[in-house]
Structure formats: C-alpha cells, structure tokens
C-alpha cells in the first residue's frame, strides 16, 4: 500500500432516479469515524476511473453503474479490493468477472427488510380484500355489496414464498400473525432452519404452485430465478390464488401473467416491480381491478434509505480493513483471494479500533 491511510472512493449517482448526490454524510459517516478518507469521484471517464481506483482501497457504486472491464484493475491487479454497491440486487453485477480478478463485491442487503416485508403484507391484505376495485367503486360513486364474493379469509390459507433470505423470513414472520399458513421453497436452506422460522419447507416449486393461496417470491434475479413463475408454475396454481412480487419483474414472466389474468385462471395478483420498468402506461396490468400495483418503492423509508446508506460504509471500512463485507455477494471469490477475517459488527469494529 502506497501509505497507510484509507481511502473509500465515492462513484456517485449518474443519471439516476433514486438517489442524490447532493449529500453524502450518510455514506462516508463509517469512514471517517475510522479516520479514512472519503472520496467523491466527479468524472465520467473510465480511464480516470482506472487512475483513481489506483489510490483507494474499496470503491462504493451507487447509482452509477460499474463497468465490469474494471476488475480487471482491482482486487489482484491493484490496491482496491472489492466494491459496494447500493441495495438489494446485484444483476446488473458480473460475479463472474469480480471473482476472476479477486474483486470482493457486497450490497446493502438488509436495509429495507422491514419495509419490503411490510410492503409485500399490503399487496396481500389489498388482493384478499379486493381493496383495488372497491376503492374505484366507492369513488366512481357506487355503493354496492354485488362485487364482494368471493373474497378472502386469510386464517388457515396457505402463502407460499419462494427464497428464505432476510426477507423472505419476515413476510413469513408477519404473515403467521394474520393466521395463515406458510411454506417455503429454497434448496439453500435445510428444512430445520425453516421449521425455525415458522416455514414448512417443501421440495419443488412446483408443489409451491399447487398447495399456495398466496404467492410471494422472495429472490435475487439470476439466471436460474428469471421467468421461475413461468407457464408451468401458474399453469399449476389454484384459480383462486394471488401472486405478489416485491422482489424483480423478471423473476415473474408477465405475459404469462397478464394471460392468466385475462383468462380469470388465477385470481389477481400485487405488484411492485415489473419486467420493464418504469412501466408502460399500455401495460395491461395496469388496467386490471383484481391487480394491485405501485412503482418499486417496497424498500424506501427515510429510516431504511438512511441504515442502507450508513451500510455502504460500515462494508467499505470492512473490506478496507482485512475483513470479509457482511453482504458478501460474490462468495466464490474466497478461493481467489488471500484469506480475510471474518466480519464483525460495526460496534465493534468500532471499540476495537478505539473509535466507540
């Protein structure tokens, strides 16, 4: 290392929607309770970006985008280790490419757990008590009792998640208060850490489409996940069942959807990301009563933005310090890097370092 100071570098938003660059006091506060230096980067250039990688020990991406070429000038090949990146998400990540060069790549998983958990509960709540088309009742001026049946009792129905991760384990928490029954399908987790989360594991998703009243996946888009709730799987549903999907668009095949939909083969659905995004105003999901929409906003609350930012740099200082990021994403990249501690919690990292 040229000196002994740390240095974090900064990739700020670039075109983005989501996220501002007007202040980063939350992003840098880990680094410089540590005593590192915190550095925006302002350019557009990748060759400039190759220069100033040179200097910094962990590179946070948020809302910029990271061209993957990049690798190739971190990790093994140079001072910078690994990089940070904003949410839950990583496909627009090459693992493959970070793994290869021994770049350690982590996200902020964790930060909206609550609000995504919260936010899938209200999908589910607005699907089984039809709250989208008695809502346009009410205010086109109709009152009428001739559209309730057949409507929900959620005690004794089944929800059927798919992933068991941070989220997954909180619908199913929150959805066990409201009497429903939950299984589970992820071939990660053994049966005897699901029966611990209240989750009864079962063997194929397949079996998932079959026995659920409600459907929630809760995954990351991979190239196994994508297009997971296909023909087959909404084929086997029951006509009375809902789909939810807080997790990627994709992860769902939507025409598939919007068929069953209009064919009356499955009862409705509550959605929050789409496979295009931002949605097209055409899309017939939009103009459908029994389905539920809203504009990819599960994980946003002031708290949750604020916990996600702070962790970009709680992983950062991690990373910088000789020790494996809480998120780690890119696993496989052990086998390419020299050995690293594990990872401690920030207080104390804090205290160890004489900085609580």
């Not at 100071?5 to 938003?13: A, D, E, T, Y």
């Not at 590179?59 to 990271?66: K, L, M, R, V």
Request: with cysteine.
């Amino acid at each position: 290392m040229a000196d002994s100071k740390m240095r974090v570098l900064f990739l700020g938003p670039r075109n983005s929607i989501t996220h501002s660059a007007e202040n980063t006091e939350q992003q840098s506060r880990a680094v410089t309770a540590v005593g590192g230096e915190f550095i925006r980067y302002e350019s557009d250039s990748d060759g400039e970006l190759i220069e100033a990688l040179k200097d910094a020990d962990v590179a946070i991406a948020q809302g910029h985008g990271f061209n993957p070429e990049l690798f190739q000038h971190m990790g093994n090949n140079g001072r910078c280790k690994g990089l940070v990146s904003f949410g839950h998400g990583y496909d627009a990540m090459d693992l493959q490419a970070a793994v290869d060069n021994g770049v350690i790549l982590a996200n902020t998983a964790s930060f909206g757990t609550e609000e995504v958990s919260n936010h899938t509960i209200m999908l589910l709540l607005a699907c089984s008590r039809k709250l989208v088309l008695h809502d346009k009742l009410v205010k086109s001026g109709a009152w009428t009792r001739e559209h309730l049946p057949p409507m929900g009792h959620l005690s004794d129905q089944t929800l059927g998640i798919i992933g068991l991760g941070n989220i997954g384990r909180a619908v199913a928490r929150k959805a066990r208060m409201f009497g429903l029954n939950v299984i589970g399908y992820d071939p990660f987790v053994s049966s005897w850490d699901a029966k611990e989360y209240g989750v009864e594991s079962v063997a194929t998703p397949l079996e998932l489409a079959q026995r659920s009243d409600y459907l929630s996946p809760h995954t990351y888009l991979t190239t196994e996940t994508r297009h997971m709730v296909g023909k087959e799987f909404i084929a086997a549903m029951k006509p009375t069942a809902y789909i939810l999907n807080c997790s990627r668009g994709p992860v769902i095949d939507e025409t598939e959807l919007i068929k069953a939909l209009q064919e009356g083969r499955i009862a409705g659905a509550g959605l929050d990301v789409f496979e295009k995004e931002p949605v097209s105003p055409d899309n017939p999901l939009l103009k459908m009563d029994n389905v539920a929409v809203t504009n990819h906003y599960a994980s946003y609350s002031e708290v949750a933005w604020e916990r996600g930012n702070t962790q970009l740099g709680e992983e950062s200082v991690r990373i910088a310090v000789g020790q494996w990021p809480m998120s780690l994403i890119n696993p496989d990249v052990r086998s390419t890097v020299p050995p690293r501690g594990w990872p401690k919690e920030w207080k104390v990292i804090l205290a160890e370092m004489g900085k609580g």
